[in-house]
């Protein structure tokens, strides 16, 4: 066997098997083939070994969970289920039964109170609290984005045009989250679960900011 | 496929002190966010360097780990555990820079194949010193070169040699014949012993 014949048949071998005997032969005599595939075989065994050791940012983790929430994937109510959780665990559940009436009842007054006309509703305060420019594909007033936002978009897509679109749609749906949550602490100043939303939809927020920075700085 | 072995290793290791794999998993399918985490954690690592030796782009490696990430989660509820939960994994983030290749109109089998055939054998050069890599090749090395290879050769060698892929997989995966991904792998694995071989007289050559 050649040195060309061996080349030829050289890309079907794999590793070490060499079952053909003038293979083999030739391997044994023709040091140049025999180094060409130690060389072949160091590269294959080396690229077995190849780390991963490279970290994404933390970018990545804060796009996934956004994207996880605004989907629906993520849910919520378990921040709930362990405040609640937490809040109830020195309960002993004697005080479970008369508590429940009490809510029912007190939920019951609160329903006719609504009924009573009292001039501008919470709501409507909330809405004209943020200065917001107009959405221009009709989206909900709640997830307009505020001028500070287009100036943070366009930077954005000063550097990855691209994005420009992913990140607008995420302050969107973050501001809209946040509206929702500022709307509920605001219909009940007690509740620690609503303050509890309020205080995730900030923190989206800001990750949506880190992000969109991250993107638009050199 | 070969066994994932670090990714099994982690997994191991979470159970001792935070939340297993197979915890997590049954947890991010009732939409768990701390559990999407965990998972996130476990195989961060491998999916990025996959996206990253592919696309020789930071940025790029990133957005497809958001997006390997994304697809996996999105039908985390359809797993039933038939395979190892890191190769179906796996096998989505190959899935998800594939595609953007192909979206991008990047040939995912090299051109260069046509017009390069006489790679196929070996060339005797008279006179030349016969160095060889085996014993003294190391990781950054290969790194590097690899970050130079064609990108269809890069492909198919990142599929078999590092990834572990067997020829009918990456046929399938990339779309080509099961003979075609062996010569691409020859190709990728001669090109990366020229190009080792010229760091290296490079490096001799310096002063």
């Known amino acids: ?218 | 496929m070969r066994p994932e072995q670090s990714d099994l290793t982690d997994a191991r290791k979470s159970q001792g002190d935070r939340l297993s794999e197979a915890e997590a998993i049954e947890r991010a399918k009732q939409g768990d966010e701390e559990a999407f985490e965990a998972l996130y954690h476990l195989h961060k690592r491998r999916v990025y360097s996959l996206c990253l030796r592919m696309t020789a782009n930071t940025a790029a490696a990133e957005d497809l780990t958001q997006e390997a990430f994304l697809q996996l989660f999105r039908k985390i509820g359809t797993f039933r555990g038939e395979s190892a939960f890191s190769t179906w994994l796996h096998r989505m983030a190959v899935n998800v820079v594939l595609m953007q290749l192909r979206k991008k109109g990047l040939p995912l089998v090299s051109l260069e194949e046509t017009m390069e055939t006489e790679e196929e054998s070996p060339k005797k050069e008279p006179g030349a010193e016969d160095v060889r890599l085996a014993g003294s090749l190391n990781r950054l090395q290969l790194e590097q070169a690899i970050g130079d290879l064609p990108p269809g050769y890069r492909m198919v060698f990142l599929l078999h040699d590092v990834e572990g892929y067997e020829h009918n997989e990456i046929a399938e995966m990339v779309g080509c014949s099961i003979g075609n991904s062996k010569s691409q792998l020859h190709k990728a694995r001669m090109k990366l012993r020229e190009l080792l071989k010229t760091s290296r007289a490079e490096k001799a050559n310096q002063p």
């Open chain 1, 1 to 218: 066997m050649t040195c060309e014949e061996f080349g030829r048949v050289l890309p079907e071998l794999e590793g070490d098997h060499h079952n053909n005997i003038e293979q083999e032969k030739h391997l044994q005599t023709c040091s140049f083939c025999s180094g060409l595939v130690s060389d072949l075989n160091a590269i294959s065994a080396q690229a077995r070994l190849l780390a991963e050791d490279q970290e994404p940012s933390l970018r990545v983790w804060n796009s996934i969970a956004l994207a996880l929430r605004q989907e629906g994937l993520i849910r919520d109510p378990q921040v709930s289920a362990r405040l609640l959780g937490s809040r109830l665990g020195g309960w002993k559940l004697a005080w479970l039964k008369p508590v429940t009436i009490a809510l029912v009842v007190g939920a019951a007054l609160l329903l006719e109170l609504q009924r009573i006309p009292r001039g501008t509703p919470v709501a409507q305060q909330a809405a004209t609290s943020v200065p917001v420019i107009g959405s221009a594909d009709g989206l909900s007033q709640g997830s307009a984005i505020d001028a500070d936002q287009v100036q943070l978009l366009n930077l954005v897509a000063s550097r990855a045009p691209a994005m420009r679109a992913g990140y607008e749609s995420d302050l969107r749906a973050v501001n809209a989250y946040i509206r929702d949550a500022e709307t509920s602490v605001r219909n009940n100043p007690n509740d620690a679960i609503a303050q509890q939303y309020l205080m995730n939809a900030y923190e989206q927020r800001a990750m949506v900011y880190e992000m969109a920075m991250n993107r638009a700085l050199p």
